[in-house]
């Protein structure tokens, strides 16, 4: 194939409408705009979002307030209750966590919480500890490492 057999796929390209040259064209008269009207004028027809003078939609609904903070660190959030799925002893990574399918991504940063209970205890590896998390961890009898 060379670069001037290249065309576009068929129906990729449409002809271009011609209006206004004759009854004949089946575009004569009124050219496809219909009978008199705002919209049949030249530059004619109303702003987008417009509803005949009725309080438009956009403004019927509620604004959003306040602002995103475009640099919030997204967490991936365990729980110290869900750890006692691991065996006594064992580490816990977070790749440990994403193969237990308590976490869904290793590309944000894991912190571990404090709700639930844990007896066991664990060498648990992550990037951030609730204070809470890491006394239950440390009672249960095992250790923690800021990753």
Known sequence: MKQ????PSTGAKHKR?????????????YSGRGCKGQ?????????LGFEGGQ??????LPRKRGFTNLFKTE???????????????????PKELLR???INTTDHPT???????????????ADKFSSSAENKIVAAGGSIKQA
């Open 55 to 60: 309080l438009a939609l956009i403004k019927r």
């Open 4 to 7: 001037n057999e290249l065309k």
């Open 100 to 102: 237990a399918g308590l």
């Open 17 to 29: 409408k011609f209006v206004g040259r004759g009854n004949g064209s089946g575009h004569g008269t």
């Open 75 to 93: 967490y991936n959030i365990v729980n110290v209750g869900q750890l006692a799925i691991f065996s006594p002893g064992s580490e816990v990574t």
């Open 39 to 47: 919209k049949a004028r030249s530059g004619g027809g109303v702003r």
């Open 111 to 125: 912190k571990i919480l404090g709700t639930g209970d844990i007896k066991h205890p664990l060498l648990v590896s």
